[in-house]
Structure formats: structure tokens, C-alpha cells
């Protein structure tokens, strides 16, 4: 019911833009969030947006340098990646929550999109 986009090869200091397609039921009144997982490491929290995108919350090695928004009419949410560095590679997930409240948990998540790999080169 999500699908992720926009991954690939970039250099250092470069941008990305990733979406998120929703098909199949409407999000637009819930949390919209991105995580990401390293190699030989745990899925950890990026960005989440409320459902009007008036609250938006990042862990802080990203403040500044990526961007999270959602366009309810076509249910996708979007995460524009600036300034990328090589410690940003990993593969990035996409999630809905079921609820109205920001959170950086991926277990309080309810749905899963299959996941787009970034990689930054140094």
C-alpha cells in the first residue's frame, strides 16, 4: 500500500528527492513518517508530518538539511534530502501511523512501504 521512490547513487553534498505513494486507503488524517537502515544496523528514526503538515519533527543529524512534506490529494508524503553525506546511505522506509501524534518509534507505525536505498559517495 506504499510504495517508496526516488533513491539512488549520489555524491556528497548532493540532493534527493523521495516519495512515497499511498494506494489503496487514505492517510491524509494520520502521522506520515521516514526511517532508514544501515548496513548491519538498526532502523532508526529520519522525519514524521502530522496530517496537514503543520508539525513536522527530525532527529537532528538531519535538521537542516532535509525537508518533510505530504500532498493529501495524491496520499504522498515527501522527503527532500539536501547537503547529503556518506553517513546518510542506507535504505529508507516510509511509514504511516494510525494516530495523530508525532512519534520516532518505528513499532507505533502501522504500515510499511518496501523501502528505497540512498547512497552517498564520498
Known amino acids: 500500500q506504499l510504495q517508496a521512490s526516488g533513491g539512488g547513487l549520489v555524491q556528497a553534498g548532493g540532493s534527493l528527492r523521495l516519495s512515497c505513494a499511498a494506494s489503496?486507503?487514505?492517510?491524509?488524517?494520520?502521522?506520515m513518517g521516514w526511517f532508514r537502515q544501515a548496513p548491519g544496523k538498526e532502523r532508526e528514526f529520519v522525519a514524521a508530518?502530522?496530517?496537514?503538515?503543520?508539525?513536522?519533527y527530525y532527529t537532528d543529524s538531519v535538521k537542516g538539511r532535509f525537508t518533510i512534506s505530504r500532498d493529501n490529494a495524491k496520499n504522498t508524503v515527501y522527503l527532500q534530502m539536501n547537503s547529503l553525506k556518506p553517513e546518510d546511505t542506507a535504505v529508507y522506509y516510509c511509514?504511516?501511523?494510525?494516530?495523530?501524534?508525532?512519534?520516532?518509534?518505528?513499532?507505533?507505525?502501522?504500515?510499511w512501504g518496501q523501502g528505497t536505498l540512498v547512497t552517498v559517495s564520498s
Open positions: 511509514a504511516v501511523r494510525l494516530n495523530y501524534v508525532l512519534s520516532t518509534t518505528p513499532t507505533v507505525y502501522n504500515y
Open positions: 489503496g486507503r487514505t492517510f491524509s488524517r494520520y502521522v
Open positions: 508530518i502530522n496530517w496537514s503538515g503543520g508539525s513536522t
